[in-house]
């Protein structure tokens, strides 16, 4: 059970969201860059994934912020149904309530990591 203030992403209220979505699409942005977003693969979100970076790779022209706002226009739902999938708490207003993005995927590694 969640801690008191702090629900599931589909949950949040639409400003929230908008939040949550704007601090997934700028460690997205950073995990694609240095190619290391394999952990996003063990969720069934491939479609998604493969959506935003055919977008990423059309609009590669782009300055960060004109990417970040394209993505967050052009595939909000996308990037709302990856965050939703990845089963997350967050606080009220939108932030991770219990690490970073991140935080979360570098966790996500570790894990693996030790099982090799």
Known sequence: MLQPGVVLFDQLSDEAKSRATHDFIDFYLRKY???SLEILT???IQYEIEQI?????QNA????EQMREYLYQNDGELLQRIISALDQPFMENG???DQSY???YQKKYD???KGL
């Open 42 to 44: 063990d969720y069934p």
């Open 53 to 57: 970076n055919h977008d990423i790779q």
């Open 33 to 35: 860059a240095n190619k």
């Open 95 to 97: 932030v991770m309530a």
């Open 111 to 113: 894990e693996i990591s």
């Open 102 to 104: 991140d935080e979360w």
């Open 61 to 64: 022209h782009f300055h960060p």
